[in-house]
């Protein structure tokens, strides 16, 4: 499975952007998937997840601003994020797994790249 992970940018303070994940290769059927994203000097955590049917996600405190999608007949996941702040500057890296709607990075068996996302003030 190659996951490749596109949307990111430089957007200003309050701003949004979407972030996509594509699936290639083998199927990603029946996968949970997953976004992390990791800021410079930090390390890689948890934003949010989706079930494969889509019915159960799960969020870290984002009091939210992203809400994340799956499209399974084009193999893509989606990061909806409004109200961008400065912090929430990261590389944001997608996930499939199944291991169920994985909270931690070992819960998933696979990943994509990251993609960029700034935010200025």
């Known amino acids: 499975v190659q996951l490749q992970a596109s949307g990111g940018g430089l957007v200003q303070a309050g701003g949004s952007l979407r972030l996509s994940c594509a699936a290639s290769g083998r199927t990603v059927s029946g996968s949970a998937m997953g976004w992390f994203r990791q800021a410079p000097g930090k390390e890689r955590e948890f934003v949010a997840a989706i079930s494969w049917g889509g019915s159960r996600t799960a969020y870290a405190d984002l009091k939210g601003r992203f809400t994340i999608s799956r499209d399974n007949a084009k193999n893509t996941m989606y990061l909806q994020m409004n109200s961008l702040k400065p912090e929430d500057t990261a590389v944001y890296y997608c996930?499939?797994?199944?291991?169920?709607?994985?909270?931690?990075?070992?819960?998933?068996?696979?990943w994509g790249q990251g993609t960029q996302v700034t935010v200025s003030s």
């Open positions: 996930a499939a797994g199944y291991r169920g709607l994985g909270l931690h990075q070992y819960e998933y068996n696979y």
